[in-house]
């Protein structure tokens, strides 16, 4: 992407141009947010969709994705723990836990995390945030809203110069 910014008139034109390719590495080239209130139940082991998405389309192939999400979770009594798994289009990129065992309470946190990514492509790609209950014999709820709005889970990416 190039960014061309005229200056002056009348005496001639000066451009100065900018062009992503340019910057330095570590410079931040884009940022994409996402943001989902739908609530998901999960009572089992395996991993569904939180319905938390965003894609994004590198503009170099050298370029990190930089994955920040926080999931807000609400885990009835008994349901023991659960995992946030990050994924990009169907590769599993990293998982983490959350939550501690409720016993006869419930629960309500919100996780954050962070991962950085080198998908080496300049076409769109697609990360989504899964999650799963594991132990327990309750359930795992992502997004659950009480009435009082905790109900939000986000996910920013962030494309970084390679």
Same mark, same amino acid.
């Given at each position: 992407?190039?960014?061309?910014?005229?200056?002056?008139?009348?005496?001639?034109?000066?451009? &100065?141009?900018?062009?992503? !390719? &340019?910057?330095?590495?570590?410079s931040v080239l884009q940022v994409i947010h996402a943001s989902t209130t739908a609530e998901v =139940?999960?009572?089992? +082991?395996?991993?569904?969709?939180?319905?938390?998405? =965003? !894609?994004?389309?590198?503009? !170099?192939?050298?370029?990190?994705?930089?994955?920040? %999400?926080?999931?807000?979770?609400?885990?009835?009594?008994?349901?023991?723990?659960?995992?946030?798994?990050?994924?990009?289009?169907?590769?599993?990129?990293?998982?983490?836990?959350?939550? &501690? %065992? =409720?016993?006869?309470?419930?629960?309500?946190?919100?996780?954050? %995390?962070?991962?950085?990514?080198?998908?080496?492509?300049?076409?769109?790609?697609?990360?989504?945030?899964q999650f799963n209950r594991h132990g327990g014999g309750g359930s795992v709820l992502s997004q659950?809203? +009480?009435?009082?709005?905790?109900?939000?889970?986000?996910?920013?990416?962030?494309?970084? =110069?390679?």
């Open positions: 992407m190039a960014l061309t910014k005229v200056i002056g008139s009348g005496i001639g034109t000066v451009t &100065n141009q900018f062009v992503d !390719a &340019n910057m330095s590495a570590g =139940a999960s009572s089992s +082991d395996t991993f569904i969709d939180t319905g938390l998405t =965003a !894609a994004i389309t590198p503009s !170099a192939s050298s370029s990190k994705i930089l994955i920040i %999400y926080s999931v807000q979770q609400f885990m009835t009594a008994a349901a023991g723990y659960g995992h946030l798994k990050v994924v990009r289009g169907s590769t599993d990129l990293a998982t983490h836990g959350f939550g &501690n %065992y =409720a016993g006869s309470s419930t629960i309500m946190s919100t996780s954050s %995390y962070q991962h950085l990514d080198s998908p080496s492509t300049t076409s769109a790609t697609t990360y989504k945030i659950y809203d +009480d009435g009082n709005g905790e109900g939000v889970s986000t996910m920013v990416l962030m494309e970084i =110069a390679g």
